[in-house]
C-alpha cells in the first residue's frame, strides 16, 4: 500500500489597528469644577456703625450650578475706614465702623463677584417705599431699611400680587390681595423682617429695622 504525504505550512497573520486622537477638531466644554461667575445673596445694604451683616458667596460653573469646595476670598474697598471683615468661607460678616461707603466683593480662582454697596450711616430713613409688581413679578426694591418704629408704604403697580409675612421679630398685618391701591405698615421693633406673594414663587422682599 503506498501513502502520500501532504504538509499544510499555516500561516499567521497579524492585524494592526491603527487608531487617532483628537476632537475632531470641536471644542471641549471646561470642566464642572470651573468657576465661571461668584453671584453674592445680597447686592446692598445699610447699617449704623457698629451693626452688622452677612453675605454669601456662591461659586458657579457655566451651567450656572453652584460649585462646592472652592475657597472665597473676601475684599472691601476701601480696606479699611467704613467697614471691617470677618470671613468665614462662603460668608462674610460686615461690621460698620465708620460713617461711609464701602464695595465688598468675593473672589474664587480668580473669578470676581460683583460688588456689594455697603452704606455706613447714623441716620437711618423713619420711612421706604416699596413698589408691588413693577416690572414683573418682583418687589422693587426688595430689600428696604427703616427706622425702629418707621413705616414701609407697599404701593401696587400691577397685580394681584400680596405682601405675605413670613418671619420677623414680630408678625406685622398681611396687605391680602391687591391689584393696586398702597398698604403701609409700622415696624416697631428692630430686627429683620421678611416677606413674599404668595401667589408667585420667587417674588420674596425683606425690611431690616435698625
Known amino acids: 500500500m503506498r501513502f502520500t504525504k501532504v504538509a499544510l505550512t499555516v500561516g499567521t497573520f497579524a ?3 491603527c487608531g487617532g486622537s483628537g476632537d475632531g477638531g470641536g471644542t471641549n466644554p471646561p ?3 470651573t468657576v465661571s461667575s461668584v453671584t453674592l445673596n445680597r447686592s446692598s445694604a445699610v447699617m449704623k456703625p457698629t451693626e452688622s451683616v452677612t453675605i454669601t458667596a456662591t461659586p458657579k ?3 450656572g450650578n453652584a460649585i462646592s469646595g472652592k475657597t472665597v476670598t473676601w ?3 476701601p480696606a479699611s475706614g467704613t467697614v471691617s471683615l470677618t470671613p468665614n468661607g462662603s460668608q462674610v460678616t460686615v461690621t460698620g465702623t465708620a460713617d461711609g461707603t464701602a464695595q465688598v466683593k468675593a473672589t474664587v480662582d480668580q473669578v470676581n463677584s460683583p460688588s456689594a454697596t455697603i452704606t455706613v450711616t447714623s441716620t437711618i430713613a423713619s420711612s421706604a417705599d416699596v413698589t408691588v409688581g413693577s416690572g414683573g413679578d418682583v418687589f422693587t426694591p426688595d430689600q428696604a431699611d427703616i427706622s425702629a418704629g418707621g413705616t414701609v408704604n407697599f404701593t401696587w403697580a400691577a397685580g394681584p400680587h400680596n405682601v405675605t409675612w413670613t418671619a420677623g421679630p414680630t408678625t406685622p398685618a398681611n396687605s391680602g390681595d391687591r391689584s393696586s391701591g398702597s398698604f403701609s405698615v409700622t415696624l416697631p421693633q428692630a430686627g429683620t423682617y421678611s416677606y413674599h ?3 408667585h414663587a420667587g417674588m420674596n422682599g425683606s425690611v ?3
Open 15 to 17: 492585524l494592526i489597528a
Open 197 to 199: 406673594c404668595t401667589i
Open 31 to 33: 470642566p464642572p469644577g
Open 75 to 77: 475684599t472691601a474697598s
Open 208 to 210: 431690616t429695622v435698625h
Open 61 to 63: 460653573n457655566a451651567s
